[in-house]
């Protein structure tokens, strides 16, 4: 079930909205999503995170970007696991996207001695080992959204069973997703979305909102394209070869004049692309001990279609909006890297069937050779050989 509870006792914090996300989790192979996930959603973002939507070109825009894109992994895990090259195809080796690099989490450390030490009332020391040993960024995500408690703890907001170390190691996903919307939102102050996508990797960019007299349009109106019929929203008790994220993301009606999800733009769209990467690399990490088919992969092909789309739609039919962004360094700097470190993990999971539903016919969906043609635009703009 959803955390409809937790929508119910935070609804009404001043600014805040919160959406029933389909995050990532304790998915089933009953349906095309985790089953028990919810999301603090960044309902309002532009009051909620101060996000003024400001226009500005790409010398007024913020990318505060390191040059060490890897995570060192913790002294106790022993040898990292190798560096993946990301898939070939999808990325380009002579731009930002195909030179992407990560080492990725320890999948195969040893965890005997820190799930044999589990009780419930250390559940947070657990998680804090557990994270460090196989994933350390994802605790670097968690204790940044810790930071934040505005709207709660991010931990106990979204961890719902932990009588046993399992029940937390299939929950670790959906923790490290929604701690990191907690951080990012934070990160962003009252001028630009903030984009955490490693401790040394991080993005500032303005202008991405569809609120406040933001340039970018609802990111719902993608049910409006070309593309929606491909893999339509899930009709009440539908969950097989339907858009169960179409239900949470795209809802409402942007013209209605009552806020929903998916009147949010693009900022917010491609916040929670950067979060479903983080939901397959910890999937990737624990996927030894996950009990039940999971959705991580289908998250994250969901939002690079997405991603595609909104890219489309923007050029076509909003051209300010599509200036706005492929116009901006810093934007087109953290498309390609999501881009590219979303292929690199897609690229370490592809032989992990647990990890994935629907993601064979996602991945057709997001190759689209038209739609790949958006991605290779903004590379075009970025002026990639």
Not at 131 to 138: D, I, M, V
Not at 193 to 207: E, L, M, R
Not at 316 to 324: F, G, S, T
């Amino acid at each position: 079930m959803r955390h409809t509870l937790w929508i119910a006792a935070l609804g009404a914090l001043p600014l805040m909205s919160l959406l029933a996300c389909d995050g990532p989790g304790a998915g089933t192979a009953s349906g095309p999503w985790p089953v028990d996930a919810g999301d603090v959603g960044k309902g309002d973002p532009d009051g909620l995170s101060g996000h003024d939507g400001a226009v500005g070109d790409a010398s007024d825009q913020d990318t505060s970007v390191q040059a060490d894109t890897t995570t060192p992994p913790p002294d106790s895990a022993g040898p990292p696991d190798a560096v993946t090259p990301p898939l070939e195809g999808p990325v380009d080796p002579a731009c930002l996207d195909g030179q992407y690099t990560e080492t990725l989490p320890a999948a195969s450390a040893s965890l005997d001695d820190v799930v044999a030490g589990y009780g419930q009332a250390n559940y947070m020391a657990f998680i804090e080992d557990a994270l460090t040993t196989r994933y350390p960024l994802g605790w670097h995500l968690v204790q940044g959204g810790l930071q934040n408690q505005a709207w709660g703890h991010c931990v106990d907001l979204f961890l719902g069973q932990k009588a046993t170390a399992d029940q937390v190691i299939g929950q670790l996903s959906t923790i490290v997703h929604e701690c990191g919307h907690f951080f990012d939102i934070a990160q962003g102050g009252f001028d630009g979305a903030a984009y955490i996508i490693t401790d040394a990797v991080k993005y500032t960019c303005s202008g991405g909102s569809s609120q406040a007299g933001g340039l970018m349009f609802a990111r719902s109106r993608l049910l409006d394209d070309a593309y929606a019929d491909l893999h339509p929203p899930c009709p009440p008790g539908g969950f097989s070869g339907c858009d169960g994220y179409a239900n949470v993301y795209l809802d409402g009606d942007p013209d209605d004049g009552t806020f929903d999800s998916g009147d949010q733009g693009f900022d917010m769209l491609l916040e929670e692309t950067v979060q479903y990467v983080n939901s397959l690399a910890t999937g990737y990490a624990f996927h030894d001990r996950l009990a039940n088919t999971v959705s991580e992969r289908d998250g994250i092909l969901t939002f690079l279609w997405y991603l595609e789309r909104y890219l489309r739609m923007a050029r076509l039919e909003v051209p300010a909006a599509y200036q706005q962004l492929v116009g901006s360094a810093c934007w087109r700097d953290v498309i390609l890297t999501v881009w590219g470190r979303a292929w690199l993990f897609l690229a370490a999971t592809e032989d992990l069937p647990k990890l994935g539903i629907q993601d064979d016919k996602l991945m057709t969906l997001v190759l689209d050779p038209e739609l790949l043609g958006e991605i290779q635009r903004v590379r075009d703009a970025a002026g990639c050989d």
